[in-house]
């Protein structure tokens, strides 16, 4: 008879194990640490190893390297761990977002643009993202996926949700948001609703600073909630706070440190029963404001069970611990978040058993790389039926004889969508927009006195990213399009990325001026509008 999987025994650890279980740090993706990209959150090797098998961690956030590199790392980082660890990426767009050669799906807007017309066929969209997400995920080692985000962006200012949304209304935002994890159910992966209790009604980014949402308990229970009341009910399985300042529900603490917020709204009146998670802790509004290990403790005394990307793991684990010691949080408090953990771990890493021959967590499999997984026939299908569905396109694009096709992307150094064979580049040549030009936030102040005329495409990539601190027009673009509409250059507009630009610019451009819109940015979103905008 097969026996039944059991917690271990969590009177028997020793408390700092118990603690670093609930840490979650960031780590890069690559395979080598000459490769790491930003060295002031991701470890070295021999400090993430020391962690992993030494603290006992209990996960690690991924990003960077392709899609194989990740599988290859995925199990690297089990093979460090004395119990199997959650490995979890940030891929609201797909797994092709952050790691090369898988699918990389539109924004979830698309799908809520596709809803207003189409909701069922919007609904079945999401079903097959979610799907597709949590099997590629699993196809590379990773077991939590942190999707989908079920904010409602109805503000379109908001610099740090925006097209990271589904919708801009509750009842969008919650039938999408219950269809995509419906669609991961499929896969023992873990799914993740951000950011509770709803970041998508500010004007600031929490990556830089602390926003306050002002709304009363009335306008929260008929708007931000609903969709988090629909994820708890389609069985999602964590639930990541937001960084926010909501005085209707305290008065006192952001909601990552609120045990108002987490504790008697998340955990009792909605009843959420799975993991909470906090977003980052080295982000501006928790890191600029508490001190390195005083915000993991308060986030744990708020009713947080996994605090992710701790400024400093082993201060946190020791603050952690001295708090439990001094009576100021009980052993079973950490225990409880423990076992919440184990249990979502047993549910994506096989049973945790505890019997007289000690635990089976110690020979468990590493997982099975299944690369074949990536990138298939029906997820790219489902990828391009989204943007297709999604896109606007005004009028056709004639050709010209000697044309100049300019490009205005926020960072080129950091930009994943852009090179030299990307369609944005290549096709515009083949209609004889063969000159290029190339414009970011590093490119030195142009002198529009004296141009020289020939027709242009401008291409506009701007969407609203974590850091950058703004999801709105660019000075450079807004300078770009001028200058080519006052010199009658302006043949054609393409804009990669938030609505809420294109209706920026609109008004001001001629009605008979080609123009079309798509919310990707990645190398498939370019051919299919660019196509669809060259060839009637």
């Not at 597709?132 to 949700?161: C, F, H, M, R, S």
């Not at 159910?185 to 500010?202: C, E």
């Not at 980014?205 to 389609?234: G, K, M």
């Not at 960084?243 to 009792?268: G, K, M, V, Y």
Request: with cysteine; hydrophobic share 45%.
């Amino acid at each position: 008879m097969t026996p039944t999987p059991l917690l271990p025994d969590l009177d028997q650890l020793a408390l700092p194990l118990l603690v670093a279980q609930l840490l979650v740090v960031r780590a890069s993706g690559y395979l080598f640490d000459h490769q790491i990209r930003y060295p002031q959150w991701e470890p070295k090797q021999a400090q993430l190893r020391y962690w992993l098998q030494e603290l006992g961690l209990g996960g690690v956030i991924l990003l960077g390297g392709s899609a194989g590199e990740l599988a290859l790392r995925s199990q690297q980082l089990q093979t460090w761990a004395k119990i199997p660890l959650l490995l979890s990426a940030d891929i609201e767009e797909g797994v092709g977002q952050r790691f090369a050669g898988a699918t990389w799906f539109p924004p979830p807007m698309a799908l809520g643009a596709i809803a207003r017309h189409e909701p069922d066929k919007a609904a079945d969209y999401a079903t097959k993202m979610g799907a597709y997400t949590a099997q590629e995920a699993l196809a590379i080692g990773l077991n939590w996926v942190l999707a989908p985000v079920v904010d409602v962006n109805n503000n379109p200012d908001n610099p740090v949700i925006n097209v990271r949304a589904f919708a801009e209304t509750a009842a969008e935002v919650a039938r999408l948001t219950t269809a995509f994890i419906e669609g991961m159910q499929a896969f023992p992966v873990l799914s993740t609703a951000k950011h509770f209790p709803g970041h998508g009604d500010t004007a600031t980014d929490s990556h830089l600073d602390l926003p306050v949402l002002p709304h009363s308990l009335a306008r929260l229970a008929e708007v931000e909630l609903v969709p988090f009341q629909a994820a708890i009910a389609a069985g999602v399985d964590g639930i990541m706070s937001a960084h926010l300042q909501i005085p209707s529900l305290d008065p006192d603490a952001p909601a990552t440190l609120s045990q108002l917020i987490l504790t008697e709204e998340l955990r009792h009146r909605l009843g959420f029963q799975g993991l909470i998670v906090t977003d980052a802790l080295i982000m501006r509004a928790i890191a600029d404001r508490y001190g390195p290990n005083e915000a993991p403790l308060l986030a744990l005394e708020a009713g947080a069970d996994i605090l992710l990307m701790p400024v400093d793991p082993e201060g946190a684990i020791r603050a952690i611990c001295d708090a439990v010691h001094a009576g100021r949080v009980a052993r079973e408090r950490i225990q409880a978040s423990v076992e919440r953990l184990w249990q979502a771990k047993q549910k994506v890493c096989g049973p945790l058993l505890h019997n007289t021959h000690g635990h089976d967590w110690e020979t468990q499999p590493l997982p099975t790389i299944e690369l074949e997984h990536l990138s298939s026939s029906g997820a790219i299908a489902s990828a391009s039926g989204i943007l297709k569905a999604a896109m606007t396109v005004q009028e056709y694009l004639a050709p010209v004889a000697d044309g100049q096709n300019v490009i205005v992307v926020d960072d080129l150094l950091g930009c994943d969508f852009l090179d030299r064979v990307s369609p944005a580049l290549a096709l515009p040549a083949d209609f004889g927009f063969n000159k290029l030009l190339i414009i970011d936030a590093h490119t030195p102040d142009f002198s529009f006195s004296a141009p020289i005329k020939q027709p242009t495409l401008l291409q506009l990539f701007i969407r609203g990213n974590p850091f950058r601190g703004s999801a709105g027009l660019t000075q450079t673009a807004k300078a770009w399009f001028d200058f080519l509409l006052e010199t009658n250059q302006l043949r054609g507009l393409v804009i990669y990325g938030s609505p809420y630009v294109l209706e920026q610019f609109l008004p001001h451009l001629p009605t008979a001026t080609p123009y079309a819109f798509t919310y990707g940015q990645m190398p498939l979103a370019q051919a299919i509008v660019l196509k669809a905008l060259f060839q009637p």
